[in-house]
């Protein structure tokens, strides 16, 4: 794609054309630079086919206004723009125009259409005044087409949906966890309510007063397999938890049932790993397709210790910032993002 400059003004023979765009259509609508209507409104189908259709409009008008290139605008609206925006920049067919492309924040159009005056709102009308407002602005818009950027892009969107997304989870999980154990918070019989040991605990009794009738031994013994030997003072555990046991409200029985299908639901998908601030580590998945997702939500590089039971093959070529192992550490630079499959 070539890289257009910002510019002042705008030559007299280039072709506009708005794009009002949706998730099924391209509604166009194209004007000379002085605003002058060189063809009514037009509708191609958001897709391949009226890609293709829309490509020869363009061309066809090109070439009968004997213009010096295109410039073609249209909003931000999802990914919807995405294809034909993407399709502009690298369609060879157009290899020989000047293709340059913008792309509006929604909200600039609005207030832009507001200024036109009392208008009525139809898509025809929308492509319009998208046109309008390319003819007035004085400098490019344009979207980066890049390839690598776009797919760091789309992976650096992805971590900070998960890492809002787990956030959401936990507090809806926590939200129903006072109702099984209400003293779970209080007595923090673990470190992380989240962790491996903790999650199975809450999820594998039905109650928490069943664990009050196990004798203190066995619930030792009980945490030490679940961790994997991995609780470093098991006997402190132990004993914070037989008293969660006591001190927790007993669930009416119509409600057990119920309540641990949601809890189990929730976490059915997404078993948070036990790691210490400011590492958030999960799988996701189930079956033969389980994938380990390692954040470092930190500016300062860390160190993490894979789980015993995890055989992790890193998943490469995502482009951001990742961590590697080393034996059973993983190190995570600043910000840092390791996956990999779950063998």
Not at 158 to 169: D, G, R, T
Not at 232 to 261: C, I, Q, W, Y
Not at 294 to 318: K, M
């Amino acid at each position: 794609m070539k890289s257009p400059s910002p510019r002042v003004g705008r030559a007299a023979d280039r072709l506009l054309v708005g794009d009002d765009v949706s998730s099924v259509r391209n509604d166009v609508r194209f004007l000379s630079a002085t605003g002058d209507v060189l063809l009514g409104h037009q509708p191609f189908a958001n897709d391949l086919p009226g890609y293709h259709a829309l490509r020869e409009c363009v061309l066809e008008l090109l070439e009968q206004q004997g213009s010096a290139g295109v410039d073609f605008a249209g909003e931000a609206t999802g990914w919807y723009w995405f294809h034909t925006f993407y399709a502009l920049a690298h369609d060879p067919e157009l290899a020989h125009v000047d293709v340059r492309l913008n792309l509006y924040n929604p909200r600039l159009t609005h207030a832009f259409k507001k200024a036109l005056g009392s208008l009525e709102h139809s898509d025809p009308l929308d492509a319009h005044v998208i046109a309008e407002r390319l003819r007035f602005a004085r400098t490019q818009h344009a979207p980066v087409l890049d390839d690598v950027w776009l797919g760091r892009r789309l992976l650096t969107r992805h971590y900070f949906h998960l890492s809002h997304a787990l956030a959401a989870e936990k507090t809806y999980f926590s939200a129903f966890l006072f109702l099984k154990a209400s003293a779970y918070r209080q007595l923090k019989p673990f470190s992380e309510v989240f962790g491996t040991t903790s999650t199975a605990i809450l999820t594998q009794y039905s109650t928490i007063q069943q664990l009050a009738a196990l004798p203190i031994l066995e619930l030792e013994a009980r945490l030490r397999d679940l961790s994997h030997n991995h609780l470093p003072d098991v006997e402190k555990n132990a004993t914070r938890l037989h008293a969660v046991a006591t001190h927790s409200f007993p669930v009416p029985p119509g409600m057990v049932a119920p309540l641990n299908l949601l809890l189990s639901s929730t976490l059915d998908h997404i078993r948070f790993l036990e790691a210490p601030e400011p590492v958030l580590a999960f799988l996701r998945g189930d079956g033969d397709d389980v994938l380990l997702v390692v954040l470092n939500l930190s500016a300062a590089a860390v160190e993490w210790t894979l789980p015993a039971g995890i055989s992790a093959q890193p998943v490469v070529g995502h482009g951001l910032v990742a961590g590697h192992v080393d034996g059973r550490v993983l190190h995570l630079p600043a910000c840092g993002v390791f996956y990999a499959r779950v063998g």
